[in-house]
C-alpha cells in the first residue's frame, strides 16, 4: 500500500506568515509522529498522536506551534508567525501502534524568506 | 534523558567491501528498542534494522547486521558486500518500549566508492 505523505513537498514563504504542512499516514497506522531535521539541531521529535489526541507534544519549540489530527488520519503541523528559525525540513512518520517501528514520509522543506 | 551519540561524521568504503558505523546511548532503561535509519538525498528516513533490548541474539537484515552490547550501551551496524545504493546518511535511534518518541544520533554519512 501507500507510505506516508506529505505536502507540500517544498514551502518558501515571507517570516511573519502562517504555514500549513499536511501528513497522510499509511492507513490503519494509530500512531503519528512529527519530527524536525535542521543543520543545527539534528533530528528533534516534536509530537506524538495515538488516535486524534497527542499524549506527548513536549516537543513542540512554542506556542507559535500547534498540530492536530482528525479521524485518526491526516494531521496537520502548524507555525503561526514563522521566524528564520523555523526553516527546516518537517518530517512525519507513522506506525501500526506505538509499539511498531515508525515509517517516515519524504518531508516537508521549509524555507522562511 | 536518553542520548544517542554517532562518532563518526563521515566514513567512505569501496565497493563489495565491509564497513561498521558506531553507535552509543544513554538510558537507565533495561527494556527499551534500538533502530537504524538510512536516510539517502531523496530525504526518506528508510529503517534498516530493529533491535529489542531483551533480546541477547543480534538482529539481522540482508547484508545488514548489529552487534549490540548491552552492557557497554553500544550498538554498531555493520554492512557487508557495500552497494553504491548504500551511499546515505545513517542514523543510530532509541526507543522506549512505552513507544513516543525517536532519539536520534547526529548521523554518519556513508560514501560507498566504485
Known amino acids: 500500500g501507500a507510505g506516508v505523505s506529505q505536502s507540500p513537498s517544498n514551502k518558501v514563504t515571507e517570516k511573519g506568515k502562517d504555514v500549513e504542512l499536511r501528513c497522510d499516514p499509511i492507513?490503519?497506522?494509530?500512531?503519528l509522529y512529527w519530527y524536525r531535521q535542521s543543520l543545527g539541531q539534528g533530528l528533534e521529535f516534536l509530537i506524538y498522536?495515538?488516535?486524534?489526541?497527542?499524549?506527548?507534544k513536549s516537543g513542540l519549540p512554542s506556542d507559535r506551534f500547534s498540530a492536530e489530527r482528525t479521524g485518526g488520519s491526516v494531521s496537520t503541523l502548524t507555525i503561526q508567525r514563522t521566524q528564520q528559525e523555523d526553516s527546516a525540513v518537517y518530517l512525519c512518520?507513522?506506525?501500526?501502534?506505538?509499539?511498531?517501528?515508525?515509517?517516515f514520509g519524504d518531508g516537508t522543506r521549509l524555507s522562511i524568506l | 534523558a536518553q542520548t544517542v551519540t554517532q562518532s563518526q561524521p563521515e566514513m567512505s568504503v569501496q565497493e563489495a567491501e565491509t564497513v561498521t558505523l558506531s553507535c552509543t546511548y544513554d538510558?537507565?532503561?533495561?527494556?527499551?528498542?534500538l533502530f537504524w535509519y538510512k536516510q539517502p538525498p531523496s530525504r526518506q528516513m528508510i529503517l534498516v534494522i530493529r533491535?529489542?533490548?531483551?533480546?541477547?541474539q543480534n538482529a539481522t537484515e540482508n547484508r545488514f547486521s548489529v552487534n549490540f552490547q548491552k552492557a557497554a550501551k553500544s550498538f554498531s551496524l555493520k554492512i557487508s558486500d557495500s552497494q553504491l545504493g548504500d551511499t546515505a546518511m545513517y542514523f543510530c535511534?532509541?526507543?522506549?518500549?512505552?513507544?513516543?518518541?525517536?532519539?536520534f544520533g547526529e548521523g554518519t554519512q556513508l560514501t560507498v566508492n566504485p
Open positions: 512518520a507513522s506506525s501500526l501502534n506505538q509499539y511498531q517501528p515508525q515509517h
Open positions: 492507513s490503519g497506522h494509530t500512531a
Open positions: 498522536f495515538q488516535g486524534n489526541s497527542a499524549p506527548d
Open positions: 538510558t537507565s532503561e533495561n527494556n527499551y528498542y
Open positions: 533491535q529489542e533490548a531483551y533480546k541477547q
Open positions: 535511534a532509541y526507543q522506549e518500549t512505552s513507544g513516543s518518541r525517536l532519539t
